[in-house]
């Protein structure tokens, strides 16, 4: 499975910015896809994630609210809306993908770099 998430940019505090990840190589239809963030100076985080079939999602307590994920499975793509944007998010935005039948994620995308401009 090949990952490649796009969108990032500069946006100012308040705004809205929409990544997208893109996979091929296989269907990801039975993979849950993850978003992660890294900002400079710190670990890689968990942003939220999506089940394989679209009904479960998963947020973590900074972007809860803020942020929503969705997928099309025909399409094989998983877009991260972003709203209400913070300084805080700035940081480079990764997807990965692991089956649902497994806990780690094995395959990454390349990243894009958010910043938010307060």
């Known amino acids: 499975v090949q990952l490649q998430a796009s969108g990032g940019g500069l946006v100012q505090a308040g705004g809205s910015l929409r990544l997208s990840c893109a996979a091929s190589?296989?269907?990801?239809?039975?993979?849950?896809i993850g978003w992660f963030r890294q900002a400079p100076g710190k670990e890689r985080e968990f942003v939220g994630s999506?089940?394989?079939?679209?009904?479960?999602?998963y947020y973590a307590d900074s972007v809860k609210g803020r942020f929503t994920i969705s997928r099309d499975n025909a399409k094989m793509t998983t877009d991260l809306q972003m709203n209400s944007l913070k300084a805080e998010d700035t940081a480079v935005y990764y997807c990965g993908a692991r089956l649902h039948t497994q806990s780690m994620f094995a395959y990454w995308g390349q990243g894009t770099l958010v910043t938010v401009s307060s």
């Open positions: 190589g296989r269907t990801v239809s039975y993979y849950v």
């Open positions: 999506i089940n394989w079939s679209g009904e479960n999602t």
